[in-house]
């Protein structure tokens, strides 16, 4: 089994998949998360952080901030720039800004703290963020109070981040404050396809042996075909049901 290290660079090799497969935030989320830094008549400066293919990017432009992403990944990045245009991009981590001190009135990242050192990560997200600013963290997770879908994450393996979820939740350190959290619940209706491209830009599915993957992604062809229905146009789909797991702190 990969390393978590070589987990949490894999993406770039799939940021096709990715960036078709994986779900975009909800705005509620986003909105929640950059409340307490709002300010009338001026537009928020915003880092998406661990940014991948701009999923969250987008969102966060949606609700009027000026942005800059940053990811590790160059190949992310390309993607990035091709379906997010005019937001300026760096490469560098969250323990690691190519940003100036106190510059920023929010921080955030979607689907990225689990990879983070929390400790380096916390103190540089302190330096980079204005005194009131805000860290926001969100996750989109699969919905396994539904049977069929607890039956795709057994095939296609949990993630570290829905390990953490499910325990004790994302930490922070100084000099950020305790962390909020709110929870959106929402389905997402998707093809074949989508569903396999979904699957295929999972960590563990991206580093597995072809034959471990091969063995995934015919257990979730299958799962399809039990749990499909004809949409209104006639295409075969499945209801993917999702909850939205967001978290803010502030900076003092």
Do not use: C
Not at 167 to 196: F, H, I, K, M, Y
Not at 204 to 222: F, K, M, N, P, Q
């Amino acid at each position: 089994m990969a390393s978590r290290e070589e987990m949490s660079r894999s993406f770039g090799s799939v940021a096709a998949a990715y960036e078709a497969g994986r779900p975009d935030y909800p705005r509620e989320a986003v909105d929640w998360m950059l409340a307490p830094v709002q300010h009338p008549g001026r537009a928020l400066r915003v880092a998406d952080v661990g940014a991948g293919t701009g999923k969250l990017t987008r969102t966060i432009v949606e609700a009027g901030a000026e942005v800059v992403a940053i990811d590790p990944d160059a190949e992310m990045l390309v993607a990035l720039r091709a379906s997010v245009h005019g937001v300026p991009t760096f490469a560098g981590t969250a323990e690691r800004m190519p940003l100036p001190d106190a510059s920023l009135d929010a921080v955030l990242l979607g689907q990225a703290w689990h990879w983070v050192d929390p400790a380096v990560a916390s103190a540089e997200v302190g330096r980079v963020l204005r005194s009131g600013g805000v860290l926001g963290l969100v996750w989109n997770i699969r919905d396994d109070a539904e049977p069929w879908v607890a039956q795709l994450t057994a095939a296609m393996h949990g993630s570290h981040a829905e390990q953490m979820i499910a325990e004790d939740g994302p930490t922070v350190e100084a000099p950020l404050g305790p962390l909020e959290n709110r929870t959106w619940s929402w389905t997402r209706t998707l093809d074949r396809e989508g569903l396999v491209q979904m699957v295929s830009s999972r960590s563990y599915v991206i580093t597995a042996s072809s034959e471990d993957r091969a063995r995934v992604l015919g257990a979730v062809g299958d799962l399809f075909d039990a749990n499909r229905r004809v949409d209104e146009s006639g295409a075969e789909v499945v209801d993917l049901p999702y909850l939205t797991h967001a978290f803010r702190g502030i900076r003092p």
